[in-house]
């Protein structure tokens, strides 16, 4: 193969990748107008902000039931998030930077570089190109890495995990 021949599907799925980030961005600004919709991504956003602000625990309010926060939990006067905190300590870099959509975008990118890395190395170019283009039309996949729910940390850590070993 020409060196040039090895440059083109990189360059590919390179694209791939910078448009599969572009358009988890746009459904989280667009779809899900920035926000939390579902219960487990309302507690890990509660998490992220609390870590953001240094803490793993935040006191319980007066009233705890009055402030109920789903999967947050209230106990002997501290509240905390049921979640381990390996996500909600990664979106925290977003929540800091006061740009948390970012966080998935950038992951589901990754994940469509990782998913062309692995499919070269198993099955060929070809077959890793057709696997990156269908990630990124993937509904599912799309409408996960516009959200802030774990799923696309967890795929990449996933990913990396095989191309390590």
């Known amino acids: ?6 440059f083109l599907p990189s360059c590919i ?12 961005f746009q459904v989280h600004e667009q779809v899900f107008e920035r926000m ?9 956003l509660w998490q992220a902000q609390a870590i953001a602000g240094g803490q793993l625990t ?3 309010p007066p009233f705890p039931k009055s402030f109920l926060v789903p999967f947050v939990v209230d106990h002997n006067g501290l509240r905390f998030g049921k979640y381990p905190i390996g996500w909600p300590v990664v979106l925290s870099f977003g929540e800091r930077m ?32 057709l696997a990156a283009g269908l990630t990124v039309v ?3 996949f799309i409408m996960n890495s ?20």
């Open 1 to 6: 193969m020409r060196p040039s021949g090895r």
């Open 98 to 129: 006061g740009m948390r959509g970012i966080v998935n975008s950038l992951l589901a990118g990754f994940s469509v570089w990782l998913t062309y890395l692995l499919g070269r190395r198993v099955f060929g170019v070809t077959v890793a190109l």
């Open 138 to 140: 993937s509904p599912f």
């Open 13 to 24: 799925a390179l694209l791939l990748s910078l448009l599969a980030a572009w358009t988890a």
């Open 146 to 165: 516009g959200s802030l729910l774990s799923h696309p940390l967890g795929l990449v850590l996933s990913l990396a995990f095989v191309l390590a070993w």
């Open 58 to 60: 935040v006191p319980s």
């Open 36 to 44: 939390a919709h579902l219960e487990d991504e309302m507690a890990y």
